[in-house]
């Protein structure tokens, strides 16, 4: 099971990126994927969620409005578009694939991507 991030880097307040995470050796379609981020000395905290099929998003207060989580299941790969970046929204950016089968819990976590949001 892999799950590897990319797209992070350094951009400057109001600016965009868009990271991507691409998943490979699990049935990517049947999961709930997530991102989360962790800023340095403050716990991991959920960013943003899509049900398997895409039909249903979730965001957290702070980036409602300008984060936009996506998933496209043809190519096992989930979205967050940031715009309007501010700089409190530095933080290592984690995916998340996440499900219950038959009463069993199945987690996995990417190796994250840094973001960068300085002038």
């Known amino acids: 099971v892999q799950l590897v991030e990319s797209g992070g880097g350094l951009v400057q307040p109001g600016g965009s990126l868009r990271l991507s995470c691409a998943a490979s050796?699990?049935?990517?379609?049947?999961?709930?994927l997530s991102w989360y981020r962790q800023a340095p000395g403050k716990e991991r905290e959920l960013v943003a969620d899509?049900?398997?099929?895409?039909?249903?998003?979730n965001y957290g207060d702070s980036v409602k409005g300008r984060f936009t989580i996506s998933r496209d299941n043809a190519k096992n790969t989930v979205y967050l578009q940031m715009n309007s970046l501010k700089p409190e929204d530095t933080a290592v950016y984690y995916c998340?694939?996440?499900?219950?089968?038959?009463?069993?819990?199945?987690?996995?976590w990417g190796q994250g991507t840094q973001v960068t949001v300085s002038s």
């Open positions: 998340n694939a996440k499900r219950d089968y038959v009463g069993r819990p199945y987690n996995y």
């Open positions: 050796g699990f049935t990517f379609s049947s999961y709930v």
């Open positions: 899509i049900t398997s099929a895409g039909g249903n998003t």
